[in-house]
Structure formats: structure tokens, C-alpha cells
């Protein structure tokens, strides 16, 4: 299943970053298998709200919260600012950035601002939704648990069930 810049468009993408992001994003769909109307719905739900329609590929706060942040795996100082949330669905905290780059095969490590270029943020997005499960909770038509699993609570929920209303008008088997 792929997407088109207009169905981009019409879900809430400027035409800039429709075109921008477009192969990539169907690139993405076919290597992750969200090959549904409502996995690719439930995806570009979510993608959409964590870059604010593909404008941001880096988190806006500094990161300063998530030092020390053993969860994430930041151990070293320094380590909330260096790997604060990237890409379409923003990526966040060393272990993060270590399996992503082991899977990818890309030094995310010593460079993360790679996360920040339309290739990886796209493609760090089908990982992360690939890796935490997310075809099964979008089966399921489960905003939900797909937020929980992406931010950890329901922050921006409002704005995601917006995002997916406007995909599930526009994009069909």
C-alpha cells in the first residue's frame, strides 16, 4: 500500500513536505509491512503529531530532562541533551540510538543528528513502530496503546485522534 503527496497533503502536510517526505514514507511502509489502510493509517497518525506534520525532525526541549535517565539508557553526562528525541516519531535516549544504529547499521552514536535527515527520520519511524509491535495495536485500531508505546502516556492524544480522523478520510484499500 503507498501513500500519495495529496493524501499527505490532505492529512495536515504542507505540499513541501508531502513531497519531501513521500517515497520515503512508502519506502518505509513496505520495509515495516504497514501495509493496511489502518496500519498506515494509525502510523501517519502518529508520525504526523511527533514532528508536527514533518517540520520537526529534532524535539524542541534541550533534552535536559532526560539526563540521568536510566531507562533510556543515558548514563553518561551529557547523554538527555545527545540523544533527545529524532525523527518522525522521535527517537529518544541512548539504547535508543544503539539498537537503532545496530539495526541500521549506522553510527547514531557519534552522530546523532543523522535521526535528523528525512531518510533516517523516516525510517528510524517504521523501526521504532516495527520494534515495539505496533502493526498488531493498529489491527486493533487502538490509538490508545499505540501512544502509550510511542510517549509513554497519552500526551497529544486530542491531536493524534485528529490526525488519524483526516487518514481515515483519506486513505483506503
Known amino acids: 500500500m503507498k501513500v500519495t503527496v495529496e493524501q ?3 492529512i495536515g502536510a504542507s505540499e513541501v513536505s508531502a513531497n519531501k517526505f513521500v517515497d520515503l514514507i ?14 498506515v493509517q494509525h502510523f501517519l497518525a502518529q508520525v504526523m503529531h511527533e514532528s508536527a506534520a514533518f517540520f520537526y525532525l529534532k524535539e524542541l526541549a534541550s533534552g535536559q530532562a532526560y539526563e540521568n535517565r536510566k531507562d533510556l539508557g543515558n548514563i553518561e553526562v551529557g547523554d538527555g541533551v545527545k540523544f533527545k528525541g529524532r525523527g518522525l516519531i522521535q527517537i529518544t535516549g541512548r539504547a535508543n540510538y544503539i539498537a537503532i544504529g545496530h ?8 552522530h546523532p543528528e543523522l535521526l535528523e535527515t528525512p531518510k533516517y527520520a523516516t525510517l528510524s519511524a517504521g523501526w521504532f513502530w516495527n520494534k515495539h509491535g505496533l502493526n498488531a495495536l493498529a489491527d486493533a485500531d ?3 496503546h499505540i501512544t502509550k ?3 509513554g502516556g497519552l500526551n497529544g492524544l486530542p491531536d493524534r485522534e485528529n490526525y488519524l480522523r483526516k487518514a481515515k478520510l483519506f486513505i483506503h484499500e
Do not use: K
Open 8 to 10: 499527505l497533503h490532505q
Open 26 to 39: 512508502n519506502d518505509t511502509l513496505a520495509q515495516f509491512e504497514i501495509n493496511t489502510a489502518l496500519r
Open 103 to 110: 539495526d541500521l547499521n549506522e553510527d547514531f552514536i557519534s
Open 142 to 144: 487502538d490509538i490508545i
Open 149 to 151: 508505546r510511542i510517549n
